[in-house]
């Protein structure tokens, strides 16, 4: 089975601060994806980025940057110089070929807050 | 190109009533999600459909929950008879075959009081 784990529940910066979501899972399969979407207050579910089990380059898009590390199981996510803007919940999700249907597996997102 | 489409966007409903959510998937996409949103139980898988066809849904909570797919354009998650324990937020997803990424549409916001 897979699981994936957000353990930071609620992170509270100011502005400009950097901050890093953790996200650790968990999979048996050697072939898998991890995702990270973002749910601004609206409540819309925002894609952001895919990585898979085999590419463990770090990627950057602009403020934001994502660290794959299978040594550790985890695909942690940072803003830097955060902005009120990036005040929303995110979501880590894992997906395994399962009959080939890869359905993510979500963790309980992490609710980040960025004070003005 | 546009999203998923769910309609309503908000329901407020008493309880024992019928409840009935719509969603239009992105077209091309061969499945579609329903999940369900609370703060307690976070985000649940409820149902999904593979070409129009239920493939898993071990996570409907009870009998008064029911999808259907009629076609690759719309499907339905009826709740009848509605209680108030069912508030959430519920949201349609679809994706093409593989391991691409689930699209999601806004989500309906469901109160039953």
């Known amino acids: 089975a897979q699981k994936v784990t957000q353990a930071q529940t609620e992170i509270s910066v100011v502005e400009k601060e950097d901050v890093t979501l953790d996200c650790v899972y968990e999979?048996?399969?050697?072939?898998?994806?991890l995702f990270w979407y973002k749910q601004p207050p609206s409540g819309e579910l925002v894609f952001l980025i895919r990585?898979?089990?085999?590419?463990?380059q770090n990627e950057i898009s602009g403020r934001y940057s994502w660290n794959f590390q299978k040594s550790t199981s985890s695909f942690n996510f940072t803003i830097t110089a955060s902005q009120v803007v990036d005040s929303a919940v995110y979501f880590c999700a894992l997906s395994v070929a399962s009959g080939g249907s890869y359905i993510p597996t979500f963790g309980r997102g992490t609710s980040l807050i960025v004070h003005p | 190109d546009a999203g998923v489409i769910q309609s309503p966007r908000h329901e407020v409903t008493e309880m024992g009533q019928e409840v009935t959510l719509r969603c239009k998937p992105i077209s091309g996409h061969d499945y579609l999600f329903w999940y369900r949103q609370t703060m307690m139980r976070g985000l649940e898988l409820l149902i999904y459909?593979?070409?129009?066809?239920?493939?898993?849904d071990s996570g409907m909570p009870e009998d008064r929950f029911s999808a259907k797919m009629p076609n690759a354009s719309f499907s339905t998650l009826k709740i009848q008879p509605s209680e108030p324990r069912d508030s959430a937020v519920y949201f349609c997803?679809?994706?093409?075959?593989?391991?691409?990424?689930?699209?999601f549409g806004p989500g309906t916001r469901l109160t039953v009081t």
């Open positions: 999979t048996r399969d050697t072939t898998y994806y």
């Open positions: 459909f593979n070409n129009n066809v239920p493939i898993d």
């Open positions: 997803a679809s994706k093409v075959a593989g391991p691409p990424v689930q699209y």
């Open positions: 990585r898979n089990s085999f590419d463990e």
